[in-house]
């Protein structure tokens, strides 16, 4: 299967996807980083995700809230 085909059997979001998966594969092989340096900013960047959500969320409930007195 050549590049081009692989790429039109996934679609844009899979392809993506395998884009991470190889550049993540190549930079543990040749040791850039371990797999636990990966998995310590995986889980980082989720906490981050997590807070920001936290925040818009209760965002969003104040708009809600400042609508419903009007």
Not at 1 to 16: P, Q, V
Not at 39 to 45: C, K, P, Y
Request: overall charge negative.
């Amino acid at each position: 299967m050549s590049f081009d085909e692989a790429y039109e059997l996934m679609g844009r979001d899979e392809s993506f996807r395998a884009t991470i998966y190889a550049m993540n594969t190549l930079l543990t092989d040749k040791g850039i980083y371990t797999a636990e340096e990966f998995q310590a900013l995986f889980i980082e960047h989720a906490i981050n995700f997590k807070n920001r959500s936290h925040v818009k969320d209760r965002a969003e409930i104040s708009r809600g809230t400042a609508h419903a007195s009007l």
